[in-house]
């Protein structure tokens, strides 16, 4: 009698216990001012330490406001995650943007809201003035640094070994991997699944040879890509042929094009490759490798050179954080920011090779390759965007293929200016 | 039960299907018309359209999804087939073995994505190389097929255990060895079945998403068109194309049921006609 | 009596009983390909109990040095696998609910020779089955926003229950036609109202095929992601194919970690399946032969 009881009943009582210790699943969730969403792509453990400091400081100092996180991977960020973020329910008060046409989108969209009202008095002038970008007279953007696009990091120990200097000339380096591959190591580590590593390296190419004015034209609808403009390539297609991205064993001739850049992070950092071309974020990456002691060598860097004649230009962009204007706590919001832009917490992230927009950033970046960076940063005189924070995503992303389609021998510099021609006729179609 | 009633049996499901599969099934149709961009919405008519039968894009997408389609036909839909003639048999090791082999197909695809990501990672994987350009499309086919071809074994066994079993006596009866027996005799039996998982199979090639998403981000050479209508939804935020492509593959998908139901109907034999040429 | 009927229960005709191989040899072959089918799986459980990077890439076949189940912990700690299994548990138990709700009534409903318009209906329900997902799926999510269901669990529940119903209602209307008429006669003639009618004799009698329409409604909405990852943005509301992908991105250099997330995840999986095993080929066989 009382199994049968049981039995009945039992999926009853135990629909209502979920419903009641899980139920808040089924809720439909709503903002509120207490609770702030802070969307970043801080995915290195070390970077995860200080957000995480700078999170507990600010809600002991502001309550009863909590800070919750949704970190993205940095690619799905800048791909879908950006704009996904605004579809939900509980849209980011704070996040994280890198300058240039999705900011402007965001501004144009209205998801991005002038902070100049809830500022500190002062706090604009802790920044360098290079850095801070009015939009409409309006400060949407407040800069956390200045990012390195491409930057050629080696290991110390092999060059050493080879009797190796760091190259001034593009010339130069050209013979430096030459020397890596005849002594059969890898001379690069390089992972362009994703399109964008490469090819921000090849708009660092151009800015060389062609500077700034004349490359962003290339990018514009409507105009003709001659070949040489895109001679600057030709570094491309030399590291190719002479396999200096290649070596059997450790990544075949093409692979390059499978490989994502996390992968080939790993590949250099577990010793596989002398050299790795990736932006100055990547002092996190080594800095959460020697944490947890797995990188064996010492690391040393150096910007990729220009050829002989050539200008001296540089890929960066700026980054920093928006305030929602949806948010429920546009005080809050925005005094979380200049918590993080603080020179306390600065300080911290110039560790891990942050670059900060802040005017004292030399007196804070001890560690030795920060403080290259910065001087590297100082010296250049050129910089150019990154297409896919500078132009138009479909424009952009036709450089992005050309340079691909070089790397894996699908297109040569000859060709690459006709195929560009063709894909912007093509776009054109579409109205863009 | 009353006129009434019925209708109130009949009304919860025609309404959530209607509000959450044939409207916006329409309205993708619609909005294929028109641009996102700007504040203007103008009927551009076949803007998008004549856009797509230039696009090299969408061209390629579309012949890897027809490459697609015939490898996953034969690792999916083949290999199970040849599973099942193997299994059919009664028996604890079958029976296990049957398990096993449909196992995979309870998995997610993205598991699944990622478990194979790793082992084919360029570089550091134990297959490097896996996933290149020339190989990927073949390589994404391989384990598609290692995930459902249990799928298809099992519907081929259900189908083979249908088969009377006086038609094969008749057949061995007759002198046939296994090979003749599986030609004259099964396959014709199988015809439905093969219809089925025909459908199946193809529907499923245009339908496919979660693998190339998580295998093989980003990569245009091994784009179908499922990729690439995400993509031109979420990363270049123009929803006419993308509703374009979707009408598109609408389209490829209800021709080929068409096509497959068409076959089925002008396919010769039948369970008599089977029976006969046994007997003789 | 013919006596080949008499023979042993393995049939003759099989593949299997082909003299050329021995039997021996023939198992062997056998046992090595599904070895070949789990290798993979095993391969991820290895790798996820191995010490670091370095371990996996320098010996990827070999047994791991020492079992780091620490491994395991982090992953569920970090990949917040507790919300997100129960997210999945609440959409695919839900919308199956409500698949088997709504189907068996539209199911018996459109049994009946009288309904009006019944074979437009049915075809139309069988176009919609056909339909990929991606007809629907760009204005899904403005409708969602409309319908302010937007972001939550819900916003993948009805439209899961809106793709599984069409299967469901042409399986049940052809299992319903199968009835005796006597039934609801019957019950007419002994003053059963509906309700009662519904609960006490119908779905009783309509038990297996129900359970049927259960595992094919789980089997769709458990491993989804298209929709799961283009409608829930906020990561606590993630069902489990959407959370995994994001724990890879925000992991996606500890190898073994990532290993170790993902045995967790199939591991459910892989049991429920061992023990509903028969209901689950039953049910796919349904789905598919109809």
Excluded at chain 1, 147 to 171: K, M
Excluded at chain 2, 175 to 183: E, I, T
Aim: charged share 15%; aromatic share 12%.
């Amino acid at each position: 009698m009382v199994n049968a009881h049981l039995k009945r009943w039992f999926p009853v009582v135990g629909f209502a216990a979920a419903l009641v210790f899980t139920g808040d699943h089924l809720a439909l969730s709503r903002s509120s001012p207490e609770r702030l969403r802070f969307a970043h792509t801080f995915t290195a453990d070390s970077e995860r330490t200080i957000v995480n400091a700078a999170i507990a400081e600010f809600e002991q100092e502001h309550p009863p406001v909590k800070i919750e996180q949704v970190v993205f991977n940095s690619e799905t960020y800048q791909t879908i995650g950006w704009r996904l973020q605004f579809h939900g329910r509980q849209q980011p008060d704070v996040f994280f943007h890198w300058r240039g046409f999705k900011v402007n989108y965001a501004v144009e969209r209205g998801w991005a809201m002038d902070m100049t009202p809830y500022l500190s008095p002062g706090f604009l002038d802790q920044l360098l003035p290079s850095t801070v970008q009015r939009i409409k007279g309006g400060i949407y953007l407040l800069p956390q640094s200045v990012d390195i696009s491409n930057l050629v990091w080696y290991n110390q120990d092999v060059f050493a070994r080879l009797g190796l200097a760091e190259p001034a000339t593009l010339e130069q380096w050209r013979e430096v991997c030459l020397r890596l591959r005849a002594a059969k190591l890898l001379p690069l580590a390089q992972g362009n699944r994703d399109l964008w590593p490469m090819g921000n390296f090849g708009e660092e190419l151009l800015g060389q040879s062609l500077g700034a004015a004349r490359l962003d034209r290339l990018f514009q609808s409507g105009t003709v890509v001659e070949p040489t403009d895109l001679r600057g390539l030709g570094t491309l297609e030399f590291f190719r042929t002479n396999g200096c991205l290649d070596l059997p064993g450790v990544l075949e001739p093409g692979g390059i094009g499978a490989m994502s850049d996390i992968d080939a992070k790993v590949v250099f950092l577990t010793g596989k490759s002398a050299q790795h071309i990736v932006g100055s974020w990547f002092l996190a990456d080594i800095a959460d490798a020697r944490a947890k002691n797995e990188l064996r060598f010492p690391v040393g860097l150096f910007p990729a050179p220009s050829g002989v004649g050539e200008l001296d230009a540089m890929t960066s962009v700026t980054t920093g954080f928006l305030v929602n204007p949806a948010t429920k706590n546009p005080r809050a919001a925005t005094a979380f920011i200049e918590l993080l832009l603080s020179r306390k917490y600065q300080s911290q992230f110039a560790a891990l090779g942050n670059l900060s927009a802040r005017k004292d950033a030399a007196s804070f970046t001890s560690e030795p390759l920060g403080q290259r960076m910065l001087e590297i940063l100082a010296k250049t005189p050129v910089i150019v965007p990154p297409p896919d924070t500078g132009y138009l995503p479909e424009h952009a992303n036709i450089f992005y293929e050309v340079c691909g389609k070089i790397l894996t021998g699908k297109l040569t510099v000859a060709s690459a200016a006709e195929y560009w021609n063709d894909q912007k006729r093509n776009l054109a179609r579409k109205g863009l | 039960m009353s006129k009434r009633g019925q209708m109130l049996f009949f009304v919860p499901s025609l309404l959530i299907f209607l509000v959450f599969v044939l409207l916006p099934t329409t309205q993708t149709l619609i909005d294929s018309f028109y641009p996102p961009r700007g504040a203007g919405r103008e009927f551009v008519g076949g803007l998008y359209y004549r856009y797509a039968m230039t696009d090299p894009k969408f061209h390629q997408s579309l012949a890897n999804n027809l490459i697609y389609l015939f490898l996953t036909l034969f690792f999916e839909v083949t290999v199970g087939m040849l599973l099942a003639l193997g299994l059919e048999r009664e028996g604890r090791l079958n029976s296990f073995l049957r398990v096993v082999f449909f196992s995979p197909s309870v998995l997610s695809l993205v598991v699944i994505g990622l478990v194979f990501g790793f082992m084919f990672k360029e570089g550091v994987g134990v297959w490097p190389a896996m996933l290149n350009e020339d190989r990927a499309l073949v390589t994404v086919s391989a384990i598609s097929g290692w995930a459902y071809c249990g799928f298809y074994m099992v519907i081929f066994l259900a189908g083979l255990a249908a088969i009377p079993e006086e038609l094969i006596e008749a057949g061995r009866l007759d002198g046939a060895g296994p090979w003749q027996l599986f030609w004259k005799i099964k396959l014709p039996q199988l015809k439905e079945v093969i219809f089925v998982s025909l459908l199946i199979c193809f529907t499923g090639a245009f339908k496919a998403f979660d693998l190339f998403w998580v295998l093989l981000p980003n990569q245009d050479h091994a784009a179908i068109v499922s990729t690439v209508l995400v993509n031109e939804f979420v990363k270049f935020d123009d929803p006419g194309y993308g509703s374009t492509l979707a009408v598109i593959l609408t389209l490829m998908v209800l021709l080929t049921v068409a096509i497959i139901w068409a076959a089925r109907r002008l396919w010769p034999g039948t369970v008599n006609a089977a029976v006969a040429a046994a007997k003789s | 009596m013919n006596p080949m009927t008499l023979a042993p229960t393995a049939p003759a005709h099989s593949f299997g009983m082909n003299r050329r191989f021995p039997r021996f040899a023939r198992t062997a072959v056998w046992v090595l390909l599904a070895s070949l089918m789990l290798y993979p799986l095993l391969w991820m459980l290895l790798n996820s109990l191995k010490g670091s990077n370095l371990e996996i890439f320098g010996h990827p076949f070999a047994w791991p040095e020492s079992a780091h189940f620490a491994n395991y912990a982090k992953a569920v700690r970090e990949g917040n696998m507790g919300p997100y299994f129960i997210n999945s548990l609440w959409v695919t138990a839900l919308s199956a609910g409500f698949v088997v709700l709504f189907g068996t009534w539209a199911g018996f409903a459109l049994s009946k020779d009288e309904f009006p318009l019944r074979r437009t209906w049915l075809g139309l329900f069988f176009v919609g089955m056909i339909l990929p997902v991606q007809a629907f799926l760009i204005p899904l999510t403005s409708l969602l926003e409309t319908l302010g269901i937007h972001d939550s669990l819900w916003a993948l529940i009805f439209p899961y229950t809106a793709q599984t119903l069409p299967v469901a209602v042409l399986l049940l209307a052809a299992f319903f036609r199968g009835l005796p008429p006597e039934l609801e006669e019957a019950a007419k003639l002994d003053g059963v109202g509906t309700a009662r009618f519904y609960l006490t004799i119908l779905v009783p009698v309509a038990k297996p095929a129900i359970a049927t329409i259960v595992v094919i409604s789980c089997l769709n909405t458990w491993n989804e992601f298209l929709l799961a990852m283009l409608f829930i943005v906020n990561p606590a509301m993630r069902t489990l194919p959407a959370g995994m992908v994001a724990f890879e991105q925000a992991h996606n250099t500890d190898y073994p970690v990532l290993l170790a997330g993902l045995s967790i995840i199939s591991l459910p999986t892989l049991i429920a399946y061992a023990v509903f095993n028969r209901y689950v080929i039953r049910g796919v066989v349904a789905g598919t032969v109809k």
